[in-house]
């Protein structure tokens, strides 16, 4: 049975402060509270290069939408070697991480995962990344933003149904677990790379109702028991969503890798819930069309695999005319072939106390994204009208950007301490 069905809301929310706290401790009282600790385990010889082909590998809803994997971990890690990492510290690493695809099986019931580096990882380096990888260090993309720029050398992002699978994978990634799941662990981080900072979530229809107890939320439980996501809508539309080939790499060393942006983001929902009634907030998210013709049922399910953006105005028009443009409305014009040019993978979060949302997505270049987040800013839209900055200008208001950062994910074959020409050397 997965973690996030069965017991009701006091295991939901048990198995999220598991997951938050982390440790022995917490992976032992997680795997009390659950009813079949045994997970499938892999079999690493039929898995995929990219890393991020999750997509085939993850359940669907009745429209053919993946859905979202619930339980998350981040890992921000810190190279602790001297100068550059040597043959040994890789087959280490590549060891780690092999245990963790024989012990799991590659799929939202087992274990899926992304191990990334950044610009500051590779600066160590003589040789500078290959021209086919754009990875630019991580800034701030509007004036009201003053986020921590991230500097860690790689990010593990981790995804499954069942968090003691989390916690399992990073006990033994520390190395203190002798066996995972059966398998015996034939690698460790230890040594070679410290885990930083923790970072963890959730995503999923119930899970932010159940975790609504945080500050940012009010007190009210506003978030809607069949919402995803705190902000109660589904995003992940199979057409709101770029394509694994579409942020896969397409040449050089890299190739069949991608770039991974991940952001936090502090959520603010007093005036979203407890001031703004649903017409903003149909109209906030997605346009007022959407929102004068109550094309958003709940949380917004009926859609299919769409946002049906087809009868949305352009965003400079909805702000003259309607004085409020909606956050998927400004994305109309960042697209190809109809659809988004980045493959988001994010996920709500309550670190620090508070509620959050921790945005990863996945692009061929940093630059998708950057063009992406120009569009969602806005920038242009504020004038004469009741569109401001901020304000009634999609959902930048209700969110306060806390950090970012910038990865390449390789390919796997290539993904434990990878040098910037791509070759264990």
Known sequence: MADHGGRGINRRAFVKSALAIGGVSALSACLDRTDDPDVTPGTPTSLPERQHAWSAYVERDDHGNAV????RLLLMLDYDGDGT??????DTVKGALSTLEEAYAWSHDGLLSTMAYSPSYFARYDASLPDSVDLPAPEAFASFENPELDTYDAALHLASDHAHVLLAAEQALKGKKGTLNGVDVSGTFDDVLNVAERRTGFTGDGLPADHQDTNGVPDSDPVPEDAPLYMGFKSTFKKTQASEDRVTIREGPFAGGTTQHASHMRLNLEQWYEQ??????????????HAENGVVEDAGDNLGTDAKMDKAKPATQAASEDGM???SQKMLDIREDDRPIILRRDFDSTDGGHAGLHFVSYQRAIDDFVQTREAMTGTGLAGETPVGQRNNNGILQYMTVTHRGNYLVPPRSNRALPTPEGADA
Request: glycine share 8%; aromatic share 12%; hydrophobic share 20%.
């Open 85 to 90: 990492p040597t043959a040994d510290e890789r």
């Open 276 to 289: 703004d009634d649903r017409y903003q907030r149909v109209g906030k998210m997605f346009c007022p069309y």
């Open 68 to 71: 979202p994997v619930p339980h």
């Open 325 to 327: 443009v909606g956050h």
